[in-house]
């Protein structure tokens, strides 16, 4: 099984506004493609966790590269593991209801430590964004 992290940046204005539709697109696609992960946003950044089986992982990472709404995309991690972090969610997010505002405060930092370029450690951003995973409240995955 392999795992993405990466980072991008929305091409304009707020990465949250296009959260409801890429949660939708990927909750749609994913499962089917056996693909699991996280997204994050904050202010006009994204980061991402994808993992599934190699090709059909290629296969969603090519559509996301070319997908408009975003530039900038870097790859964090890149590794083969023998489990997904995120098995039960096609693709989770963080809680916009209760909680919102320590859920932005929890976002801000994973992105700002995926963005410091000396404190990188990709393999530690993962088991925090999977400790992460126990506090997500149930009806704000899917
Ligand atoms: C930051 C970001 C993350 C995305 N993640 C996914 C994803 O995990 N799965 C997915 O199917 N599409 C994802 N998309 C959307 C794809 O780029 C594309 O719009 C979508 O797969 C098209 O789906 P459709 O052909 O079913 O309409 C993402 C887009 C962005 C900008």
Known sequence: ????????????????????????????????LGVTGILLVHGDHFLQLLEGDPEQLDFVVDTIAGDPRHCDMRVILDRTVARPSFPHWSMAALPAGDGAEDATVQARDFVARSLDPDGIAGEALVEDLAALRARLKADAVA
């Open 1 to 32: 099984m392999r795992q993405i992290l990466y980072t991008s940046r929305a091409s304009e204005g707020d990465a949250g506004t296009h959260l409801p539709d890429i949660l939708f697109c990927s909750r749609r696609n994913n499962p089917e």
